[in-house]
């Protein structure tokens, strides 16, 4: 479904790759967690592969198209919630949906129905005809997801999707997640918070430096590291 | 005082970015050697006004030692940089103090409110000491040296060069201050910019009116009846205007002639400046912070309701239509985008109207005008052709367009949109807009010069189709180097090389199709001419649209 092949990127002439050498793949109907300390490189990767940022070297396949090759086929198949969106300030929630809904051509009636469901499930229904200035982080970051959610991507993909989000929002979005991929969709998002990747993840990829140290299902990790230890303790010494 | 001066710097560095600008000396060359350019080439564009300022100055002095009149020639030069410091630091004062979001980030530290104001206005300041300096500092120049000035001039001259900036400045900001606390404002920030950057307008607009309206019934502008008229008048423009801004006699008093007194003056010229910093500085203490914590209020819309939202929502429409309604909305919502991009088309046609208005045309010489029109429709119509290019040109609406978008451009970069509709929606908004100012020229036109249906059909499309390529071209600009790195939207415009080289582009090709095709008309034959010019127009914009098209989705890849 996402298909990583020795990407690698250094930002501007730093001598430091950001991102060094990284393969990975994400099977369909799987939720894949990607985590890793401040700086590793998550957020680098996740930018280039959803066209943001471009790779100095390697291959990025979205359900089997080739970002580089074809980008615009490629943008069709996810659709992506930065850490910290940044939206247009002027612009009505009620807006900014029917825009997403419009560049995606999702039809009336589905657009229609996914965001009352969405809206209902966040809350943010009343909110939606005021300007996006007027919103809290977390509620910026709701109306994004909803934006994200409008044409039913094959894979979606979240950069820190649970900070900011209270309680409530992050559990309906953990079922929103696992409803996604028991569709046969992909979920691929970066986290630390170590307890939920390890709750919810099907497999996970431990990323440091810009390379990955370690990727498969919580009983390959810890097979690997033998011990039987939480996922923070493994990557705490992993990280070390 | 030590963090006065630290929090000015950090000021200064915030609305210049010399931060980015070393970072990327560093790791960056490249973004690097642009901004290198841009800072190199800003100044150097602006050279030849600054030598065609200089020598009118020169000439105003020269006229004016001809009517004996030298001694108004300081006041002139005072009055104008005053002018121009209030209109051009409304905007300054408004972005630093109001819509800069450092502020948010410092209320919480332990710094001293006063402190914090005092280094906000030193920052506008620095900048509005250089812009003085262009200004008045010519001036002084040209008087003392005319006058054979000596020492004391010079001395003089420096304190008084101190003073300039600072009393419009302080009162300016601590009208804003008063005005942005009072309650019935709150929430309405947007508004008030606009609000503040009109009644600016609408002061030039009245100096100028006043004085085309003294220059009697539109005969030659000559100058020195234009001075005579001024100076005899009992009810001048110099006293009216002394009279608001009293201390140009303090000024005048100081250096037309050096006496003794001159030092008084020159005194209490510093005290009254002083005392006026003071004031904004008390006023400031009462309301400016009271007036950002409470002030933060957006205003809020009502609920919708299902049937609302589904109608908001809508039927699936176009890609190239959501670029566009998208883009459009962000462009009349921002206020600085407005004021750059929209108000001109509604500025432009008013200054024609207003000077048809004040210039009262004899009905013969009208008569005569139409007549000539009719038998020369090429000069007329390339005439019109041209300013109708201009509003789709000089607006640089399309030089803008993802710079404005920002931090919040990674969505347009996201999403799957067809290089054609971004071309297509961002180039229709310049359209639109350009269409508007078209409109409203006719309307103007029309009072003194009614023009056929074939003529207004002809230069409106010739018109529209002949900016598209300047209108491309700024899309080109704007996707190889946006600027999106900003906190204020002001910067978007304001710091966007774009802007400057669509502009200087647009003017100069325009200038020469016009005269080229308007020769060939002229000299050749009339549909020659006409289709010269609709050739070379729809060959450029086919070049410049296949290069974008080609190059949009790869060049989103290098926004960051
Ligand atoms: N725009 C940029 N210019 C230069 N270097 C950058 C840029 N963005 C990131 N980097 C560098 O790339 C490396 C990886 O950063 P990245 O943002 O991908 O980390 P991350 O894993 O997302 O971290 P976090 O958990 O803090 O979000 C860091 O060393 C960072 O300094
Ligand atoms: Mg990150």
């Known amino acids: ?240 | 005082m030590k963090e006065i001066i630290s929090l000015t710097k950090l000021f200064i560095n915030e609305s210049l970015g010399f931060s980015l600008f070393f970072y990327n000396q560093k790791f960056n060359k490249k973004e690097f050697y642009k901004q290198l350019f841009t800072l190199i080439i800003v100044p150097v564009a602006l050279i030849p006004a600054f030598f065609m300022y200089v020598s009118l100055m020169s000439a105003t002095y020269f006229g004016l030692t001809m009517i004996n009149q030298t001694s108004v020639f300081l006041s002139i030069g005072y009055i104008m940089a005053t002018v121009l410091i209030i209109v051009f630091g409304v905007m300054y004062i408004l972005s630093e103090f109001y819509f800069s979001d450092n502020i948010e980030e410092l209320i919480p530290l332990p710094i001293n409110q006063r402190k914090l104001i005092v280094a906000k206005f030193l920052s506008i300041l620095v900048f509005e000491y250089i812009f003085t300096a262009f200004i008045f500092l010519p001036i002084l120049i040209i008087y003392g040296v005319g006058q054979g000035m000596g020492l004391l001039y010079v001395l003089l001259s420096f304190l008084v060069f101190l003073t300039i900036p600072v009393l419009p400045l302080s009162l300016i900001t601590a009208l804003i201050m008063l005005m942005m606390q009072s309650a019935s404002l709150k929430g309405r920030k947007d508004m008030l910019q606009i609000v503040f950057v009109f009644i600016g307008i609408a002061i030039i607009f009245g100096v100028q009116i006043w004085f085309t309206s003294q220059l009697g019934s539109g005969d030659e502008a000559d100058f020195q009846l234009l001075m005579n008229t001024m100076l005899t008048n009992n009810e001048s423009f110099l006293n009216i205007i002394g009279y608001i801004i009293p201390t140009s006699f303090l000024m005048a008093w100081t250096l037309n002639k050096i006496t003794l007194m001159s030092f008084a003056w020159v005194g209490a010229l510093l005290g009254i400046t002083l005392l006026s910093g003071a004031l904004m500085v008390a006023i400031g203490e009462r309301v400016y912070i009271k007036s950002i914590v409470s002030g933060q209020i957006t205003k809020k819309s009502k609920k919708l309701s299902g049937a609302e939202r589904s109608k908001a929502l809508g039927k699936k429409s176009h890609g190239a239509m959501a670029v566009f309604t998208m883009d459009l909305r962000l462009l009349l919502r921002t206020p600085v985008y407005f004021f750059n991009n929209v108000s001109i088309v509604i500025i432009a046609p008013l200054c024609i109207w207003i000077s048809f208005a004040f210039i009262e045309i004899p009905p013969e010489d009208l008569q005569g005008m139409q007549e000539f029109f009719r038998g020369m429709p090429i000069l007329i119509n390339f005439l019109l052709i041209a300013f109708f290019v201009f509003f789709g040109g000089t607006s640089a609406t399309t030089a803008t367009t993802f710079s404005r978008e920002g931090k919040a451009s990674w969505l347009t970069r996201m999403i799957p949109v067809t290089a054609r509709d971004q071309i297509v929606g961002r180039t229709g908004v310049a359209m639109l807009i350009q269409s508007l100012g078209i409109f409203f020229t006719i309307i103007a036109i029309q009072f003194i010069f009614p023009l056929t249906l074939s003529t207004l059909l002809l230069t409106v499309v010739l018109g529209i189709l002949g900016s598209l390529p300047i209108l491309l071209f700024g899309l080109f600009m704007d996707m190889n180097r946006p600027l999106l790195n900003w906190d204020n939207p002001q910067k978007a415009i304001k710091n966007n090389m774009n802007v400057v080289i669509t502009l200087f582009v647009g003017m100069a090709y325009t200038g020469l199709l016009i005269g080229f095709s308007g020769l060939l008309g002229y000299f050749v034959n009339s549909l020659l001419g006409y289709g010269v010019f609709l050739l070379i127009s729809i060959g450029i914009s086919v070049v410049f649209y296949r290069v974008i098209s080609n190059r949009l989705e790869t060049e989103f890849l290098n926004f960051e």
């Open chain 1, 1 to 240: 479904m996402l298909k990583l092949e020795h990407v690698s990127k250094t930002y501007g002439n730093k001598n430091e790759k950001a991102v060094d050498d990284i393969s990975f793949d994400v099977y369909p109907g799987e939720i894949f967690g990607f985590v890793g300390p401040n700086g590793a490189g998550k957020t680098t990767t996740i930018k280039m592969i959803v066209s943001l940022l471009a790779p100095n070297s390697g291959k990025i396949t979205i359900n089997g198209i080739d970002n580089q090759h074809d980008i615009l086929g490629a943008k069709k198949q996810f659709s992506y919630v930065p850490d910290n969106p940044e939206l247009f300030e002027k612009i009505k929630g009620i807006e900014y949906l029917k825009f997403m809904a419009d560049v995606y051509q999702v039809a009336a009636t589905e657009r229609q129905e996914r965001i009352e469901q969405y809206l209902d499930i966040f809350e943010i229904k009343d909110a939606v005809n005021d300007p996006i200035g007027s919103f809290s982080h977390g509620m910026k970051q709701k109306l994004a997801l909803v934006g994200a959610l409008i044409h039913d991507p094959q894979v979606f993909i979240l950069d820190e999707p649970m900070v900011g989000l209270d309680p409530k929002a992050s559990f309906e979005l953990k079922k929103i997640m696992r409803n996604h991929c028991d569709r046969g969709r992909s979920v691929f998002f970066s986290t630390h918070v170590l307890d939920v990747a390890e709750k919810i993840c099907d497999r996970i990829a431990i990323i440091k430096k810009g390379r990955i140290i370690e990727v498969g299902t919580m009983a390959e990790i810890r097979e690997k590291a033998g011990s039987q230890e939480s996922l923070e303790n493994i990557f705490l010494e992993l990280t070390e």
